[in-house]
C-alpha cells in the first residue's frame, strides 16, 4: 500500500485526501445527527440548529411509485404563453392520451375543466373527456378543477378523478385565481362535496408549495395548514408542487418529511418544474423521504401560469425521465420505458418544443444500441473516410 502511494502523483494524492476529509466530515455528521443549518441532538444549543427529522425505514419502504402524466393539461397549457407553438388538435390530444394509456401509465391528467377566455387551449375539455373517458381501462383519468365551476363541469363530463388547485403563496393565489386562499379552500370544500356525492375520486394539488416567484421561500407552516384542511375534509391524496422549478432537495425533503410525519397515511406526490435543472433530483430527495406518486409531462414540455418568464424555461419534469430514473434504481413504475419516450418523441412533434433528458433513447439499451450502431458505421468506412460517419 505504502508503495503504491509512493508512486502516486501529487494531483492524486490530493484527490485521496480530499475524498478521505469528506468522508471523515460526513460520518462525523451522522455521528452526532448534525445537519448544516439544525440543531445537534446534545450539546450546546445554538440558534441556527434545529432537530433532524427522520426519513422512512428504506428496507420496508415501498419499491414502487405512481407516475401520472400532465402532458394534455399542463403541457397544453403552456401555449397560452408561447404563441409560436403548435396547437393540437382534439382528435390528437385524444390519440395521445391513448398512447400513453398504453405504456402502462397508470394516471392521466387529461384536461382541466378552466374558462375557455382564461386557457382556450383546453376549451374542448368537454369533448376530450367524452372521447377518453370509460376507453382506457386500468388507467386513472382526472382533470384540473380550479374552483368550483370546473369541478361541476368536470362531474358532468363523468371524469373518474378531479384533481382542485390551491397555492401556498396569497401574492401567487391571488394572482392566479383571483382568490384568497381562505376563499379557495372554501371553494374545495364545495368542490369535494360534490365529487364525494358523485362517486369521484378528489386530489388535493397545492402549487408554490416551495418557493414564490415574488415572496420567496413560502413558509412550511403555509403548506402544513393546508393540507391539514384537506385531510379534515377526508383526501388523503395530495401533491406538493415546486410550480416555477426552483427548489432543491434538502427542502424537499424536509417538506416531505414534515407532512408523512405527521399524517403517515397521505398519499404524498411531487409535481415538479425544471428551471435550475434539479427537478430529479428533488423526485428521488422525494422519494427517500417518503413521497410515491410523481407527475411528469411527456419531453418535460409544460409551464406554471401567473409568471413573468418564458413558460418553456421552467417545463415539467419529463415523464421518461421519471422512468427512467426510478426503473434504474429498481423502484417499480409499471411503465414501458422505450414507449414513455416514444411518448416524448410524440409530444415534441404535437407541440414544437420540449425534450427531456432521455426522450432520444429512453433506456439504457437502447442508447447502447444507437452507439454500437455508430461504431459499426466508423469500422465499415473506408481508410481514411472514417471522419465522415461521426
Known amino acids: 500500500m505504502m508503495d503504491w502511494l509512493a508512486g502516486a502523483s501529487p494531483r492524486h494524492l490530493a484527490r485521496i485526501a480530499g475524498s478521505l476529509y469528506f468522508i471523515n466530515i460526513v460520518f462525523g455528521f451522522f455521528a452526532i445527527g448534525y445537519v448544516p443549518g439544525r440543531?445537534?441532538?446534545?450539546?450546546?444549543?445554538?440558534?441556527?440548529?434545529?432537530?433532524?427529522?427522520?426519513?422512512?425505514?428504506?428496507?420496508t419502504a415501498t419499491r414502487s411509485v405512481r407516475i401520472a402524466e400532465v402532458f394534455p393539461r399542463d403541457g397544453l397549457q403552456t401555449l397560452l404563453y408561447?404563441?409560436?407553438?403548435?396547437?393540437?388538435?382534439?382528435?390528437?390530444?385524444?390519440?395521445?392520451?391513448?398512447?400513453v394509456a398504453g405504456s402502462g401509465v397508470p394516471e392521466i391528467e387529461i384536461t382541466g375543466f378552466v374558462h375557455p377566455r382564461v386557457i382556450p387551449q383546453l376549451a374542448d375539455a368537454e369533448a376530450v373527456a367524452a372521447a377518453v373517458v370509460?376507453?382506457?381501462?386500468?388507467?386513472?383519468?382526472?382533470?384540473?378543477?380550479?374552483?368550483?365551476?370546473?369541478?361541476?363541469?368536470?362531474?358532468?363530463?363523468?371524469v373518474p378523478k378531479?384533481?382542485?388547485?390551491?397555492?401556498?403563496?396569497?401574492?401567487?393565489?391571488?394572482?392566479?385565481?383571483?382568490?384568497?386562499?381562505?376563499?379557495?379552500?372554501?371553494?374545495?370544500?364545495?368542490?369535494?362535496?360534490?365529487?364525494?356525492?358523485?362517486?369521484?375520486?378528489?386530489?388535493?394539488?397545492?402549487?408554490i408549495s416551495f418557493v414564490c416567484p415574488y415572496d420567496g421561500v413560502v413558509p412550511i407552516e403555509?403548506?402544513?395548514?393546508?393540507?391539514?384542511?384537506?385531510?379534515?375534509?377526508?383526501?388523503?391524496?395530495?401533491?406538493?408542487?415546486?410550480?416555477?422549478?426552483?427548489?432543491?432537495?434538502?427542502?424537499?425533503?424536509?417538506?416531505?418529511?414534515?407532512?408523512?410525519?405527521?399524517?403517515?397515511?397521505?398519499?404524498?406526490?411531487?409535481?415538479?418544474?425544471t428551471l435550475t435543472g434539479m427537478a430529479l433530483a428533488n423526485a428521488w430527495a422525494g422519494y427517500q423521504?417518503?413521497?410515491?406518486?410523481?407527475?411528469?409531462?411527456?419531453?418535460?414540455?409544460?409551464?406554471?401560469i401567473a409568471m413573468p418568464i418564458h413558460t418553456t424555461e421552467m417545463g415539467n419534469v419529463?415523464?421518461?425521465?421519471?422512468?427512467?430514473?426510478?426503473?434504474s434504481s429498481g423502484v417499480t413504475t409499471g411503465i414501458d420505458a422505450a414507449a414513455a419516450a416514444a411518448n416524448g418523441r410524440r409530444a415534441m412533434e404535437l407541440v414544437n418544443t420540449g425534450g427531456g433528458h432521455v426522450t432520444g433513447f429512453g433506456t439504457l439499451q437502447a442508447f447502447l444500441e444507437i452507439n454500437r450502431a455508430h461504431l459499426a458505421e466508423i469500422a465499415a468506412a473506408p481508410p481514411g473516410q472514417s471522419a465522415s460517419k461521426r
Open 39 to 59: 440543531r445537534p441532538l446534545f450539546g450546546r444549543k445554538r440558534a441556527h440548529w434545529r432537530p433532524m427529522l427522520t426519513a422512512p425505514d428504506s428496507s
Open 82 to 99: 408561447e404563441p409560436g407553438l403548435r396547437q393540437p388538435t382534439t382528435d390528437e390530444k385524444v390519440d395521445f392520451i391513448r398512447r
Open 134 to 158: 370509460g376507453s382506457v381501462p386500468g388507467t386513472t383519468l382526472r382533470a384540473l378543477v380550479p374552483n368550483y365551476r370546473g369541478a361541476e363541469r368536470a362531474v358532468a363530463a363523468g
Open 162 to 207: 378531479i384533481s382542485c388547485l390551491v397555492a401556498a403563496s396569497p401574492t401567487y393565489q391571488r394572482l392566479n385565481s383571483n382568490m384568497t386562499i381562505e376563499e379557495n379552500l372554501r371553494d374545495i370544500e364545495r368542490s369535494f362535496e360534490l365529487a364525494e356525492g358523485a362517486g369521484i375520486q378528489v386530489a388535493l394539488g397545492m402549487a
Open 222 to 273: 403555509s403548506v402544513l395548514q393546508i393540507v391539514e384542511r384537506g385531510i379534515k375534509l377526508g383526501i388523503r391524496d395530495i401533491h406538493l408542487s415546486d410550480s416555477i422549478g426552483l427548489a432543491w432537495p434538502s427542502l424537499v425533503r424536509e417538506r416531505c418529511l414534515a407532512v408523512l410525519e405527521r399524517w403517515p397515511d397521505v398519499f404524498l406526490g411531487l409535481h415538479l418544474h
Open 289 to 304: 423521504a417518503g413521497a410515491r406518486s410523481f407527475d411528469g409531462a411527456a419531453a418535460g414540455i409544460g409551464g406554471g
Open 318 to 327: 419529463a415523464t421518461e425521465d421519471l422512468v427512467y430514473l426510478f426503473e
